[in-house]
């Protein structure tokens, strides 16, 4: 599958990329969440947020880990993904799962409203930062009003080019992000930051040896409490 008609230039590489690693990097990163009970506490705390009686999607959700993960805990989950071939192995290795096809950029035009959650578990970390606002507005329409969102991370500046992986030549760009701009960013969108997780790498981790970032926000509802306003 090469560009699709109308979609931003860099999707094409990365759906590409992902494709070509999507076993080799399933089997690289596949207990990564077990070692990580940080991050394991911040998705306990997403699902208690939302709770069992709402629609949420994985979006960029991989081999599906993480949304088998989430439905462990009691969500009505589902996973979407750029990229097929990682769409096809995460409905290999988890058949009661459903899982599709499609861009996080575009969960209006797949027709996804009215939910109570939102994970994206390091995959907004191959969205170029001029398209972030827009994809956050994005998740802040497909919420509804005291939705919530969870966001994963690695913490940095940089953007690491990767020309091959496991082995494959692939295209793939991954951004690390500072997570007082990422919060900036969910404000300008419209969301209120719950709380915001930077922890250490933790020892045998797969991912690079960062700082990793966890960002929980909602979208808020009516007859929130409103700071008053000095007359
Ligand atoms: C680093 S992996 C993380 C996968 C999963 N969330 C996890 O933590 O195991 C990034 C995933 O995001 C997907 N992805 C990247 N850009 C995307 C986009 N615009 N829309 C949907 N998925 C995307 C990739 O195809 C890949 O499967």
Redesign the pocket.
């Known amino acids: 599958m090469g560009r699709v008609v109308g979609e931003p230039p860099d999707?094409a590489a990365?759906?590409a990329g992902?494709d070509a690693i999507a076993a080799p990097y399933t089997a690289t990163?596949r207990d990564e969440l077990a070692r990580a009970p940080l991050d394991r506490a911040l998705l306990a705390a997403f699902a208690e947020l939302v709770g069992p009686d709402a629609d949420v999607v994985?979006?960029?959700?991989?081999?599906g880990?993480?949304t088998a993960h989430l439905r462990d805990l009691g969500l009505r989950v589902r996973g979407?993904?750029?990229?097929p071939g990682?769409v096809a192995l995460a409905r290999r290795e988890h058949p009661d799962l459903v899982f599709d096809v499609?861009?996080?950029?575009d969960l209006g035009v797949l027709g996804i409203s009215d939910l109570g959650g939102i994970v994206a578990?390091?995959?907004l970390?191959?969205?170029p930062p001029a398209q972030l606002p827009g994809v956050l507005a994005g998740f802040h329409r497909a919420l509804r009003p005291g939705g919530h969102l969870l966001l994963g991370f690695q913490v940095g500046d940089d953007v690491v080019h990767h020309d091959e992986a496991f082995g494959h030549r692939v295209d793939l760009d991954f951004r690390r992000l500072r997570p007082d701009a990422v919060a900036a960013l969910l404000v300008e969108a419209g969301f209120a930051v719950t709380a915001r997780l930077v922890r250490e790498p933790v020892p045998d981790s797969r991912a690079p040896a960062l700082p990793q970032a966890a960002i929980l926000a909602r979208r808020p509802a009516a007859g929130d409490h409103q700071a008053e306003t000095p007359a």
């Open positions: 999707r990365t759906r992902y990163f994985d979006a960029g959700s991989g081999p880990g993480v979407i993904d750029l990229s990682m499609g861009d996080l950029a578990w390091y995959s970390i191959h969205v």
